[in-house]
T-cell receptor, first 115, second 110 residues
């Protein structure tokens, strides 16, 4: 049973370009979460999605950032017109069900560098 | 929203000694408190968690305590080994939205 798969692992973009990060949850998991980790900092919640639904996007910047989890295919975190401050590791996590308690399984992360 | 404070930011211990990391949280509605270990360049991995109806939980050399009244919880690692060296994150909330502490870099000196 493969774990949470994220790609690309490393992505370099110039300012103003778009970044697309993909996440395939663990088999049987229907809930996906995106977290951002700045260098030497903790993980910051961005968004929680189920298939075709955004459940909680309270951690997402209001502009340039969007996320989706379509019926088929991976979840996508999209950053438009990237700026240097977007440089970070973006971690996706999945869980098998919604509950008030439960382990999150993290992917290896996608490291975005904006030149 | 939830605010999680974690201390210390760095911790060095001799192999075989114990290590303690402490966290406080602000939202009394939080009911899930996991601890994650992250090695350099790797994914965070759950090492232990505790739910709000439990005061203490132990798993071999790792234990976590929770004081809901004071809103703080702690990670205890006994008989530390060099492979315990990593960054440890506490978190509070629910699986739907966890707020993480800023991390503790633990170094176990041989």
């Amino acid at each position: 049973n493969a774990g949470v798969m994220q790609n690309p692992r490393h992505l370099v973009r110039r300012r103003g370009q778009e970044a697309r990060l993909r996440c395939s949850p663990m088999k049987g998991h229907s809930h996906v979460y995106w977290y951002r980790q700045l260098p030497e900092e903790g993980l910051k919640f961005m968004v929680y999605l189920q298939k075709e639904n955004i459940i909680d996007e309270s951690g997402m910047p209001k502009e340039r950032f969007s996320a989706e989890f379509p019926k088929e295919g991976p979840s996508i975190l999209r950053i438009q017109q990237v700026v240097r401050g977007d440089s970070a590791a973006y971690f996706c996590a999945s869980s098998p069900q919604e509950s008030n308690t439960g382990e999150l399984f993290f992917g290896e992360g996608s490291r975005l560098t904006v030149l | 929203g939830e605010n999680v404070e974690q201390h210390p930011s760095t911790l060095s211990v001799q192999e075989g000694d114990s290590a303690v990391i402490k966290c406080t949280y602000s939202d009394s509605a939080s009911n899930y408190f996991p601890w994650y270990k992250q090695e350099l360049g790797k994914r965070p991995q759950l090492i232990i968690d505790i739910r709000s109806n439990v005061g203490e939980k132990k798993d071999q050399r790792i234990a976590v305590t929770l004081n809901k009244t004071a809103k703080h919880f702690s990670l205890h690692i006994t008989e530390t080994q060099p492979e315990d060296s990593a960054v440890y994150f506490c978190a509070a909330g629910s699986a739907r939205q966890l707020t993480f502490g800023s991390g503790t870099q633990l170094t176990v000196l041989p």
